[in-house]
């Protein structure tokens, strides 16, 4: 028999749980689970009486457009996204996380349901922590405009660190590693692959630059731009992600001749001529460099170092010769310190190697 209130009521089921059902302006609602005793019941219904009061109740009937709906809306409601950013997170969706959530309404998504599909996606192994990190923080965003648009009262995603990338510690060449890769890859790349790992220069950075970017005169280079490269083939030509990656960087002196016989060699001709182009002065596929750099990693024994892991060693012998944080922001073109102070921590390594070098100076003065 139902225990009747005056705007809802508890009854038990053939089953032995409990159902609790309300009304909110004449309109009944049913709670989204059964209860195993009456006290869980009645517990829910307390909280949902505490909510009209407060005036935070959410219409749970509001939470039944599934996942796979309201994520397509919440990307055609992103018109600002990047390209490349679009296609990663529609890539993110399609992959690894509909097939397992897309079917469920929003009010019906669990931390619990959360845990295990976060879960299932490490314990497969085909996806580094990374891209797992990638996904959780993709959905838990989508989630949190859920919470704002009043579907769902409370956003599922609260495992703690899921969202946080902990890639691993990327190598890093010495100066003579990056001199031999230049002489070994492709000699149209020679220069791209000084500065990559003098400059700490992206691909698409170096793919985008044109002559009026180069001043060798006064031994500096502008980055206003970066070539994108997006799944259907097309490129994409446009600023940097951020203001701060729009910068000057100062050309270290000793491979400005380099620089000078690649403008001689290789590079289009004309100011708006591309430094690294195909033999028709046409950008550069991604997959050409890769295919020339996978080559010359190979010859000199580097298997496994990836082209931006240059910009890692440049970033590093920045910090190694003495960068402070701010100048390190500008010159690797990020608006934040955090990627700095990492490559200055890199740079503390060599710091007490020098101190370690010191103290064999003056324990060797003190013996004599």
């Known amino acids: 028999m139902a225990q009747r209130r005056s705007w809802g009521n508890v009854r038990r089921l053939a089953s032995g749980r409990y159902q609790a059902r309300y009304k909110v302006d004449g309109v009944e609602h049913l709670a989204p689970d059964t209860f195993r005793t009456k006290r869980d019941a009645d517990e829910f219904l307390a909280a949902v009486r505490a909510d009209l009061g407060r005036g935070t109740w959410i219409n749970p009937d509001r939470g039944t457009v599934t996942l796979q709906k309201y994520a397509t809306r919440w990307l055609s409601e992103r018109p600002a996204l990047r390209p490349r950013t679009r296609e990663l997170y529609e890539g993110q969706l399609r992959l690894h996380i509909l097939p397992a959530l897309g079917d469920l309404p929003l009010a019906k998504i669990t931390t619990s349901g959360v845990r295990t599909w976060h879960a299932g996606l490490l314990s497969e192994g085909r996806l580094s922590a990374s891209t797992v990190a990638k996904c959780y923080r993709l959905l838990r965003t989508i989630l949190g405009t859920a919470v704002e648009d009043e579907l769902i009262t409370k956003n599922p995603c609260v495992i703690k660190g899921a969202g946080v990338e902990r890639a691993a510690e990327r190598p890093v060449a010495t100066v003579e590693q990056v001199l031999e890769l230049a002489d070994s890859i492709e000699p149209r790349f020679r220069a791209m692959v000084l500065l990559a790992g003098f400059l700490g220069l992206r691909l698409g950075e170096l793919l985008a630059l044109t002559h009026r970017r180069l001043d060798l005169l006064h031994g500096t280079l502008s980055v206003t731009e970066q070539l994108q490269e997006l799944a259907d083939g097309s490129y994409l030509l446009g600023p940097p992600k951020t203001d701060a990656g729009m910068r000057t960087v100062s050309i270290p002196r000793a491979i400005i001749p380099d620089l000078e016989a690649h403008l001689g060699g290789w ?100 013996r004599s």
């Open 267 to 366: 590079a289009a001709p004309g100011s708006d001529g591309l430094l690294f182009c195909s033999p028709d002065g046409s950008y550069v596929r991604r997959t050409t460099v890769q295919r020339a750099w996978r080559r010359a990693t190979g010859d000199v024994g580097l298997d496994g170092f990836r082209f931006h892991d240059l910009r890692h060693t440049g970033n590093t012998l920045t910090a190694s010769a003495g960068a402070s944080t701010k100048e390190l922001m500008v010159r690797m073109g990020h608006s934040s310190s955090r990627a700095a102070l990492i490559y200055q921590h890199a740079s503390s390594v060599r710091d007490a190697e020098i101190a370690e070098c010191l103290s064999k100076t003056i324990d060797r003065h003190r």
